[in-house]
């Protein structure tokens, strides 16, 4: 490939920011795979990154940046994660690091943690688009749910050609390995997911043991481990027709409840009740009411998805 000058971006990374900027879907290469990239402050673009991979989950997404200095307006870097950061960025290297409280990434990207993850590759064309962008681009790897990650822009076609409005071709993805996550929290360094940046290169910088957590994210939580999901504090209830006058309910569509009202989508729009759902399950359980009801959401497309993680904010907790 011919060298690329970040700062005088391509006619294609030049249309691809843009239509990053106005909300669309742009496919990109990295290093590691292609990603399925969206703004990650715009609640909307983001839910149609879960509605075009068709993924019956909510997981967060990795917000991708073009230096360590946009990631650290988004996050807290302790003196660990600013060494790790030092160390591995630009490159296949993903930290999951607290929120700041200013962070203007949407609930869904993060799937309403208080944590965010965070990466800056090293990939010039990936480079040069995020910093023609100027904003934090939300990107799980570009192929349909349950399918292997892409490594070509035309794996990309293939899998989601006709959900995209443009792939940025990087040539092939050289490692064809997503990229090393850990989190970075409370001064310990917890491996979540191994990539090509070595759990033995790791501990070389942070001079200390990288811990593990078990892969089965829906284990008893022990102590200290990470929670993957946001669970409210009240109690909550599925398919609710009829409602409590202390309940705060989560609206689909129209009622005639009097109570305190959280709005999924009033026009009972899929894409619209997933990119409002983490904000307004927060606000619901910030609320005064006792309790949380939600009403029906029917179980099709990104409804899926949406019933997935109000069965599991519903179901009974373990304590920890
Ligand atoms: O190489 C890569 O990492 C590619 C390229 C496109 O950057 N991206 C990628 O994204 O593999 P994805 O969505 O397939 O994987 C993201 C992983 C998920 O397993 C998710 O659970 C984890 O990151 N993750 C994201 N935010 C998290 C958080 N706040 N806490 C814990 N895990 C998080
Ligand atoms: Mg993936």
């Known amino acids: 490939m011919d060298r690329i000058d970040a700062h005088k971006p391509s006619g294609d990374v030049k249309m691809a920011a843009q239509l990053l900027g106005e909300g669309r ?9 292609y990603g399925l990239g969206a703004d990650a ?3 909307k673009a983001v839910a149609s990154i879960f509605a075009a991979k068709a993924r019956p989950q909510f997981n967060p997404l990795i917000s991708h940046v073009a230096d360590a200095a946009a990631a650290q307006a988004l996050a807290d870097f302790s003196p660990l994660a600013l060494k790790l950061a030092a160390a591995f960025w630009p490159g296949p290297f993903t930290m999951v690091l607290p929120r700041k409280p200013d962070c203007p990434v ?6 309403g943690l208080d944590t965010i993850a965070l990466r800056v590759p090293a990939h010039p064309v990936a480079h040069a688009l995020l910093l023609a ?3 934090p681009i939300a990107a799980p790897s570009a192929n349909p749910s349950g399918k292997i990650s892409p490594t070509s822009a ?6 989601l050609g006709d959900k995209l409005d443009f792939v940025l071709d990087g040539g092939p993805a050289t490692h064809g390995l997503e990229s090393t996550i850990v989190a970075v929290l409370d001064d310990v360094v917890t491996l979540l997911r191994p990539g090509s940046i070595t759990v033995e290169e790791i501990e070389k910088v942070i001079g200390k043991p990288v811990t593990f957590v078990e892969a089965n994210e829906h284990a ?3 102590p200290g481990q990470l929670k993957s999901h946001y669970a409210p504090s009240k109690p909550l209830r599925l398919n609710a027709t009829e409602f409590e006058d202390d309940e705060a309910v989560l609206t689909f569509g129209p009622t005639d409840h009097t109570g305190p009202l959280f709005s999924l989508s009033d026009s009972g729009d899929l894409t619209e009740a997933a990119a409002n759902l983490f904000a307004q399950l927060h606000a619901a359980d910030a609320s005064t009411a006792m309790a949380i009801a939600v009403m029906p959401i029917p179980q099709e497309g990104l409804g899926l998805a949406i019933n997935d993680r109000l069965a599991r904010a519903a179901a009974p907790r373990q304590s920890a």
């Open 220 to 222: 008893p939580t022990a």
């Open 133 to 135: 962008v100027g904003k």
């Open 106 to 111: 949407s609930a869904l990207v993060t799937a």
């Open 25 to 33: 879907l742009v496919a990109f290469g990295t290093e590691t795979v």
């Open 154 to 159: 035309a794996h990309v076609r293939q899998g």
């Open 41 to 43: 402050t715009n609640d």
